[in-house]
């Protein structure tokens, strides 16, 4: 454990990526395979299923540390991290437990689930005795799924990569499935990570392989000429506003994996069925919607779909969905992944031809002379309900993550939607910023100006978007503004105005503005507008959907 706790200090000490990767490298190559599988999950994401009820964990914390509920409650407050707080809170402990991590993690952690409460004090109690408050702190984390230490997936498989003396791509494909809810890391599984030994397994399963992210496109169009070179060197598309989504022909089965690597299959049972179709060895990457008559949907019905338990043949009828494939990864058992761009979406449009699903279609291919006539036809996204376009390198290999070197995907999204909103309500943050207020609910007017009694109607929340001097400013505002206080909310006076931005917009029964936004961040700080100037509710239902208003 101690050798793992050492890895988080040197991770958490510095934002130097090549510093960060040195120091996986150096602890995988030093610590049993045991230790490492279990460092890997955590590292790569993976998280247990909840282990301790947070009100216990918090009730026995505030009893080992002999304060008052009032005290503990306010110092969370104050540090804004749980694990944090416990650590800080707990009694000195010279700690010299040295047990291993994987023996911390199989005979420490995961036996705490499901205890009754008069078996879980006892042990959460003598394992924060046995460790020190480093020690603490990332045990705790362990325990409340907060474990987080500016690592991505991708730079722990390169550390991996590094140790083992393969390419990074290759151990990324093995790594798909490796944090899933219900795996349990072993030794085994490590030594399969790194092994040199080539191996075939997708022939034997249902895994799918690593997805190729796009890069955000923020040039002028003046520049795409010089930047991209002529559109002939590009496949594009529409960014459609759906679940990314392998499907997979293998072995006599099929299966739908999300970008999450969470296998989505009882979600989509008609994409299912319409990979039945397809021969086997087969992978299909693609986009995941809600089509109705031949028209995809606002994102919002897809939603409806994905939150519910269980799939009555009502929601089937009325939420039915399709999948836009783009690419082909896989076909007749062989990995297609370094062939070019061009070559792989044509051989996909003839097997999809061949095929005849309507729930399983090409998502077209968009044709212009010019970078500048792409961009006129891209002024309509929103009238088509997708984001903008997707640039393809016709050339381009298929690579693993957010990569440049074998192949380039670019993202053309439209500019977001906007509308100047009032801060009416403000609650402190987290971890750095757990002593200033920088959570804010914003509100549009439910009238236009002039009229008699109009109210502020809250209608989104966003943390996002301005500096750290903007964020300090607020805070004064919000102090000197506070009318009342419940809980950790604080209402304020209306006096500040800000132009919010999104990047969806559709009808909500949930929410007192009878509208939910998507992805909602704060644009700049509209210093220069009075509050009675702000939009309207008005505004924001003039932005739904043509279908959704």
């Known amino acids: 454990m101690k050798a793992f706790v050492d890895l988080y200090v040197a991770l958490e000490s510095t934002t130097s990526s090549r510093g960060k990767q040195a120091a996986m490298v150096d602890y995988f190559r030093q610590v049993p395979a045991a230790d490492a599988a279990w460092a890997v ?120 990569a590094e140790v083992a003396g393969l390419d990074a791509k290759e151990v990324a494909q093995r790594m798909v499935g490796y944090t899933d809810l219900g795996a349990r890391p072993t030794a085994h599984t490590y030594l399969d990570l790194i092994s040199s030994e080539v191996r075939a397994e997708r022939s034997r399963s249902g895994l799918p392989y690593p997805f190729f ?31 990314r989504a392998q499907l997979v022909r293998r072995s006599g089965g099929v299966w739908v994996w999300s970008r999450g690597e969470e296998l989505v299959s009882d979600r989509f049972p008609e994409l299912v069925q319409a990979g039945e179709m397809l021969p086997d060895g087969t992978v299909i990457d693609g986009e995941i919607v809600v089509c109705k008559e031949g028209e995809v949907q606002p994102f919002a019905q ?46 996909l ?70 509308v100047d909103a009032v801060l009416i309500y403000a609650q402190k943050g987290h971890g750095r910023r ?49 009318q009342e206080t419940f809980g950790p909310v604080r209402s304020v006076l209306p006096t500040m105005v800000f132009e919010l931005g999104f990047e969806g917009i559709a009808r909500s029964t949930r929410h007192k503005s009878g509208v939910a936004v998507r992805f909602p961040r704060m644009l700049r700080w509209r210093r220069d507008k009075a509050v009675e100037e702000a939009d309207t509710l008005e505004t924001l239902v003039a932005l739904l959907p043509q279908a959704g208003r």
């Not at 207020?437 to 989104?460: Q, S």
Request: hydrophobic content about 40%; overall charge neutral.
């Open 41 to 160: 999950y955590f590292l790569a994401g993976g998280k247990p299923r909840q282990l301790v009820p947070v009100k216990l964990l918090k009730e026995y914390a505030r009893e080992a540390a002999d304060i008052p509920e009032w005290l503990f409650d306010e110092s969370y407050q104050a540090v804004g991290d749980l694990a944090e707080t416990i650590a800080l809170l707990l009694p000195e402990s010279e700690g010299h437990d040295h047990a291993s991590l994987s023996a911390w993690v199989e005979h420490g952690l995961l036996p705490l689930r499901g205890l009754a409460p008069e078996q879980l004090k006892p042990r959460l109690l003598d394992a924060w005795a046995r460790l020190d408050a480093r020690g603490r702190l990332v045990f705790t984390k362990l325990i409340t799924g907060s474990f987080r230490v500016g690592v991505s997936r991708l730079s722990v498989t390169r550390a991996l």
């Open 213 to 243: 992210l796009a890069h955000p496109l923020q040039l002028d169009i003046g520049e795409f000429d010089g930047v991209l070179g002529p559109v002939s060197e590009w496949l594009v598309e529409w960014k459609w506003d759906g679940i």
């Open 302 to 347: 897809l939603q409806q779909r994905i939150g519910r338990k269980s799939l009555t043949s009502a929601i089937l009828r009325n939420a039915p969905v399709a999948l836009l494939a783009y690419d082909l990864l896989e076909w007749e058992g062989e990995d297609w992944r370094s062939r070019p761009q061009r070559e792989r979406r044509g051989k």
């Open 349 to 418: 449009d003839e097997l999809l031809a061949g095929v005849g699903a309507v729930c399983l279609r090409p998502s077209p291919l968009l044709q212009a002379a010019s970078w500048d006539d792409f961009a006129r036809l891209r002024e309509s996204s929103r009238s088509r309900g997708v984001e903008g376009m997707m640039l393809k390198q016709a050339g381009g290999q298929y690579g693993v993550g957010r990569s440049k070197d074998v192949g380039l995907w670019w993202k053309w999204k439209v500019d977001p939607y906007s």
């Open 434 to 482: 757990a002593s200033l207020y920088t959570d804010y609910t914003f509100a549009v007017w439910d009238a236009p100006p002039g009229t008699p009694g109009r109210r502020l109607v809250p209608f989104a929340k966003a943390y996002s978007g301005l500096t750290d001097e903007e964020i300090r400013q607020v805070d004064a505002v919000v102090r000197k503004t506070t």
